[in-house]
């Protein structure tokens, strides 16, 4: 008998594209703001999404990460501090989507908006 195990050799690919979502000023620290999904034809380790966000200007991405963070195995996105309109009225991400082995694909996405209080 012969058993051929799969290879990492498909990409994953992002779920439901553009990503873009608002976010009241008011929500609390901690609140999931976002979560984004992907699936990969591949099977075993090769087949988990790895999840990571950076600011798409990187002269921001200081800000975004006191922020934001993002859940790197499920892909939601949460609050790390209080928003505030006056000061930033949106952000926008490039998020990206690896296989727990190797390939990555990126996607400019989300851009979050605010909404007033």
Do not use: W
């Amino acid at each position: 008998m012969l058993f051929v195990s799969d290879i990492n050799d498909n990409a994953p690919v992002f779920v439901g594209l553009p990503y873009r979502t608002t976010v009241r000023e008011n929500a609390p620290v901690g609140s999931s703001v976002y979560t984004v999904s992907a699936t990969d034809p591949d099977t075993g380790l090769g087949s988990r999404p790895v999840f990571s966000i950076k600011a798409n200007i990187p002269a921001n991405q200081a800000d975004y990460e006191a922020t934001f963070t993002m859940n790197a195995t499920f892909g939601y996105i949460t609050l790390r501090k209080k928003l505030d309109y006056e000061t930033r009225s949106f952000y926008h991400f490039r998020v990206s989507v690896k296989s727990l082995y190797i390939r990555s694909v990126s996607e400019d996405a989300p851009v979050v908006r605010f909404t007033e209080r």
